[in-house]
């Protein structure tokens, strides 16, 4: 029986996966293995190449394997998938991983440190809260609406509101009512401060790193842009260039190309929601105060193309940038006008 020399590895909850085939593609091991006995099993396993599917737990185990000195890959799901056979279990998805994991042209995801995962949670804590602000906003203005007070969208209608309930003088509206909308009305005073103070972290995030502020100096690209390319791009270097990034982000166009003939649509919006919502918004920020004189490449673009349009086309070249800049370590120049 020869040594294993690469194991795939299926992540849950409490019971794990494994895989593990020697040079020549022998199974040597195929079981289960308590959340407890995992580290101990690896501990006793000669050092060789473990591949993941990329999850919510992979970057810690990932670490966790390095630091036992195993070399550790994770892969996205749907690159896994094609190589499950027949059926959906466990022992399938770890042989597939396994499969994966040595393929050449595979690609994989970079492992985040712990830092990098912090900053990513500032992100996804405050898409929560923006989200509980809206709905908390919206129950209070529907639950007003059903006695007859309205207010105009926007800030100074929904401040109208909550003056008026506030106003015990108000007689259009029942006590009882006015009990139930003053509880909403002070947990949203609670998710605005803490939204304000998660801003406030992620702007220090942002000015913490020196490629965080050499990236606030491209035009789009504010902290909130530059905290989340710094968190989730950790290692740019696995990006060949930067429109693979653009790519990875789905700033590209969807093709269907067939027999010499190429057919481009809409951009794929394959990749990273959160990083291409950030740059289309940043771009539509460019776009809105663009110099024509200053850039002359925009302004053609807006003749021929819709706005919206030509804010992909720049939230592409401004992530084509970033990766440039973090690739050299230099800063920002400005392009001349022809």
């Avoid at 194991?7 to 289960?32: C, N, T, Y």
């Avoid at 399938?92 to 985040?112: G, H, L, S």
């Avoid at 809206?134 to 509101?161: C, D, K, W, Y």
């Avoid at 919006?269 to 539509?284: C, E, F, I, P, S």
């Amino acid at each position: 029986m020869g040594q294993v020399v690469t194991i795939g590895l299926d992540l849950a909850k409490s019971v794990f996966q494994v895989h593990g085939v020697d040079a020549a593609g022998e199974v040597i091991v195929r079981r289960q293995i308590r959340r407890g006995q995992l580290l101990q099993f690896f501990a006793k396993q000669p050092q060789c190449l473990v591949g993941m599917e990329a999850c919510a737990s992979s970057h810690h185990w990932a670490r966790q394997l390095l630091a036992l000195g195993h070399e550790v890959k994770l892969m996205p799901a749907q690159y896994v998938k094609p190589y499950v056979k027949r059926g959906k279990n466990d022992a399938a998805d770890a042989e597939a991983i396994c499969e994966a994991v040595a393929r050449p042209t595979m690609r994989f995801v970079a492992i985040k440190t712990p830092a990098q995962q912090s900053a990513m949670m500032l992100h996804r804590v405050r898409l929560v809260l923006n989200r509980q602000r809206t709905q908390l906003s919206n129950a209070i203005r529907a639950h007003l609406g059903e006695f007859g007070i309205v207010a105009p969208a926007g800030r100074l209608g929904l401040q109208h509101l909550l003056d008026v309930l506030a106003d015990e003088a108000e007689e259009r509206l029942p006590s009882e009512a006015r009990t139930c909308l003053q509880m909403l009305a002070s947990q949203l005073e609670v998710v605005k401060a803490q939204i304000l103070d998660n801003d406030r972290r992620i702007l220090a995030d942002a000015r913490s790193t020196e490629l965080g502020r050499r990236l606030m100096t491209i035009p789009g690209v504010g902290p909130l842009l530059a905290s989340a390319l710094v968190a989730t791009v950790a290692d740019p270097s696995i990006f060949r260039c930067g429109r693979d990034l653009a790519a990875w982000i789905g700033l590209v166009p969807r093709q269907n190309s067939s027999g010499g003939k190429e057919r481009l649509g809409s951009i794929c919006k394959a990749g990273h929601r959160y990083l291409r919502q950030m740059l289309v918004v940043g771009a539509m920020a460019v776009i809105r105060y663009a110099d024509p004189k200053r850039r002359p490449w925009l302004a053609q673009l807006l003749a021929r193309r819709k706005a919206k349009v030509a804010a992909v086309a720049l939230a592409n070249k401004i992530a084509r940038t970033a990766w440039a800049m973090m690739m050299t370590g230099e800063r920002y120049r400005e392009p001349l006008a022809a």
